[in-house]
């Protein structure tokens, strides 16, 4: 297949280049709703997406765009990362979604997050619409970025060529309520385990949305639970998606925002003995520290693959505002 002259299609890693925003609470908001639309600027989630697909009724779309720009544009979004969901491509609706959003707010929007993708094709229309109104309209080239959500088989099956499709993209993102229909999954349960199975029926899908991610140094998202009122079912399958490795996950109420920022941010002692073996590596490494490949830390050695797994976590910590309550003291002599 020859490239086409869309920049940087086909291009593995190319997330690295993106701002690494932080994710840990993603917070659904109707577009259609206005009195949501100016609660949300006051919650304290990591990320607002002002969402023109499922959570807006389709008589409702096209009130829904004008209301979303001038959210963007007259709201106070600080410390908000601002993204719009719009339609997927096989409706009618995607094209004008994006050309409204984006030429009134586009200045105040930092990612246009796509529903639905089946192929990287997808990714690249909508890469190179943005490239146009961009243009257009005299802004920053290839500022506003791309959130991919997979939910169905065919995105899954063809997620290495999504996830490497853009050099917008900043990450994939579960969508566990499409994704358990277009399985034909025996539960209407969303985000909870189907009945009868007896092992987690998520792990394969997560796991391979988490692979590609990586892959292509994008971020891993996981998708809403949908019983609202449960936070310590929230916290549980949270849990397990912050175990595997995921950034963050969708919020859909203002309950499950503080449990998703802190179950997404490591724990403070976490932080705090990765702040020290990055600083214990750094020295025992130097020459002051003999120039040594491995040392100890207390009880446990460490080396260039424990440096890796710190940055990991003193990244998640630094980012979600953490601070170090240790310092490192190199040995005496
Ligand atoms: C989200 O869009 C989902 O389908 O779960
Ligand atoms: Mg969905």
Not at 55 to 65: D, I, M, N, V, Y
Not at 148 to 170: F, K, M, W
Not at 244 to 257: A, F, T
Not at 318 to 332: D, H, I, L, S, W
């Amino acid at each position: 297949m020859t490239a086409p002259a869309t920049p940087g299609y086909g291009l593995p890693g190319a997330g690295a280049t993106r701002p690494q925003r932080p994710r840990r609470s993603c917070l659904a908001v109707p577009g259609s709703n206005p009195r949501f639309l100016e609660k949300a600027q006051g919650l304290p989630a990591d990320l607002v997406f002002l969402d023109l697909e499922d959570a807006c009724a389709p008589l409702a779309k096209e009130g829904a765009r004008h209301a979303i720009v001038e959210a963007l544009n007259t709201g106070d979004w600080a410390g908000k990362t601002r993204v719009v969901r719009v339609n997927d491509w096989l409706t009618e609706w995607t094209y004008r979604d994006v050309i409204t959003v984006v030429e009134g707010a586009g200045q105040n929007l930092d990612c246009v997050m796509l529903p639905k993708v089946q192929d990287a094709e997808q990714i690249v229309a909508l890469d190179l619409l943005l490239t146009q109104i961009e243009r257009a309209m005299g802004f920053e080239a290839g500022r506003i970025g791309i959130e991919a959500q997979i939910e169905n088989a065919r995105g899954l099956v063809n997620i290495d060529t999504i996830a490497g499709a853009s050099p917008r993209l900043e990450t994939l993102v579960f969508g566990p309520a499409d994704f358990m229909a277009s399985l034909n999954m025996k539960t209407l349960v969303v985000g909870e385990q189907p009945p009868g199975y007896g092992a987690d029926a998520y792990h394969y899908i997560l796991m391979r949305i988490l692979m590609a991610a990586r892959t292509h140094d994008l971020q891993a998202i996981d998708g809403p639970y949908l019983q609202i009122r449960d936070v310590d079912g929230f916290r549980e399958v949270a849990g397990r998606a912050a175990a595997l490795g995921y950034d963050g996950k969708w919020v859909l109420h203002p309950g499950q925002i503080e449990a998703s920022n802190e179950i997404f941010a490591p724990s403070q002692a976490d932080y705090d003995r990765a702040e020290l073996i990055l600083d214990a590596y750094a020295w025992h490494t130097s020459a002051a520290g003999g120039a040594k490949g491995s040392a100890m830390l207390g009880d446990e050695m460490i080396d260039e693959a424990s440096r890796k797994m710190a940055l990991v976590i003193s990244g998640k910590g630094r980012a979600a505002g953490m601070r170090r309550t240790t310092r490192f003291e190199a040995p005496e002599g």
